[in-house]
């Protein structure tokens, strides 16, 4: 619900240009006292960049206010405070947490979620910086940097009527976007070496876990790198990783690009038959009939006797024209544990 930290170390690691430029960014807004509305998908670094805002700017500090959590009838009372006796449970009074940023920094988190009537009250306290708490007579001050962030289109929330439009002008002074991980791949490596250094015990990916994390989607972004990191660390010893430790939402992209690559293979022998003169393309389509290194097509066979046979080694073995022992061995090497 709420955070209160002082100059604890963030470090936003990353090497594409989009993360480069944010870290300008973030150096940037740091020297004024602008409200920052960070924009992004969920787990592309929201968090974390108000942060950095706030340690950059080394003032006061820093109150994480989940606007998602602030529903029921305590939200208002959490927000502002309350005075004793303001009702029935209030025994002392209560400092809320606009009063807690005062001289710092208020992180809005999740600003999209946050109530209409609970709107009109930040706008109140964001243009003069007063507000009363609950059972209050006495009007009180907080002055404090705003930085707000959402997975949402606040822009569609104003034209649909969710989202109040004056306090959307207030927050949206500074607009930071943070793309998703699956437009910045360069970033990839020095994450997953910043989450191996941080969760890893000398841990190690081979080369296919590698290939494989950076064929996948990232739907959750760094937080699900972060986990996949974490996930596989927590489940082998090491030092190597891999592509069965790996989460089932990673493996089975690895299984349905396999598929997809095979399917491709299969459909590319009807290109190889020669075709009539006539139909001679001028030049043959570098791509459609793929030169693959002798070591993947011994791959992919393997893998398509092991489809063909339903897993049945003994007969993809015998269909593969080797052994058993020498099938276990190549599936060893291969890392088909299938
Ligand atoms: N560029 C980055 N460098 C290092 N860690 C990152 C980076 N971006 C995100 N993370 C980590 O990923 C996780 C999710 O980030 P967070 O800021 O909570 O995302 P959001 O608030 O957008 O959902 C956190 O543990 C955060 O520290
Ligand atoms: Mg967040």
Same mark, same amino acid.
């Given at each position: 619900m709420r955070e209160t930290t002082r100059n604890q170390p963030v470090g936003i690691v990353g090497r594409s240009v989009k993360t480069r430029q944010v870290l300008h960014n973030v150096e940037k807004v740091a020297v004024g006292r602008w409200p920052v509305l960070i924009l992004g998908e969920t787990g592309t670094g929201k968090d974390l960049v108000a942060r950095s805002i706030h340690e950059a700017a080394g003032q006061g500090p820093f109150v994480t206010i989940d606007c998602s959590s602030l529903v029921g009838p305590l939200m208002e009372s959490e927000l502002f405070g309350h005075a004793r006796g303001a009702f029935t449970g209030a025994v002392g009074t209560k400092l809320g947490l606009i009063e807690m940023a005062n001289g710092g920094t208020a992180f809005f988190d999740e600003i999209g979620e946050l109530p209409l009537d609970l709107q009109a009250k930040l706008l109140r306290v964001l243009q003069e910086k007063e507000f009363r708490p609950v059972g209050s007579l006495q009007q009180k001050r907080s002055d404090f940097r705003v930085v707000a962030a959402t997975n949402r289109d606040l822009a569609k929330e104003v034209d649909r009527g969710t989202f109040r439009r004056d306090l959307y002008y207030?927050? *949206?002074?500074?607009?930071?976007?943070?793309?998703?991980?699956?437009?910045?791949?360069?970033?990839?490596?020095?994450?997953?070496?910043?989450?191996?250094?941080?969760?890893?015990?000398?841990?190690?990916?081979?080369?296919?876990?590698?290939?494989?994390?950076?064929?996948?989607?990232?739907?959750? *972004?760094?937080?699900?790198?972060?986990?996949?990191?974490?996930?596989?660390?927590?489940?082998?010893?090491?030092?190597?990783?891999?592509?069965?430790?790996?989460?089932?939402?990673?493996?089975?992209?690895?299984?349905?690009?396999?598929?997809?690559?095979?399917?491709?293979?299969?459909?590319?022998?009807?290109?190889?038959?020669?075709?009539?003169?006539?139909?001679?393309?001028?030049?043959?389509?570098?791509?459609?009939?793929?030169?693959?290194?002798?070591?993947e097509m011994e791959r992919r066979a393997i893998l398509q006797a092991l489809e063909y046979t339903n897993g049945d080694r003994g007969v993809a073995a015998h269909l593969l024209g080797i052994g058993r022992t020498t099938l276990y061995r190549k599936l060893k090497e291969y890392q088909l544990a299938v």
């Open positions: 207030r927050l *949206n002074v500074v607009p930071l976007r943070l793309a998703p991980l699956r437009e910045r791949m360069e970033d990839l490596d020095p994450l997953i070496e910043h989450f191996l250094r941080l969760y890893g015990n000398g841990h190690l990916l081979t080369p296919e876990t590698q290939e494989a994390l950076r064929a996948y989607e990232w739907p959750g *972004n760094v937080r699900e790198l972060e986990n996949c990191i974490q996930q596989m660390v927590a489940i082998n010893t090491g030092p190597m990783l891999h592509v069965h430790d790996l989460p089932s939402p990673v493996q089975n992209s690895v299984h349905a690009r396999r598929a997809h690559c095979m399917a491709a293979a299969v459909g590319s022998t009807a290109i190889m038959k020669p075709p009539a003169r006539a139909e001679l393309p001028e030049r043959p389509a570098a791509t459609e009939v793929p030169i693959l290194p002798l070591i």
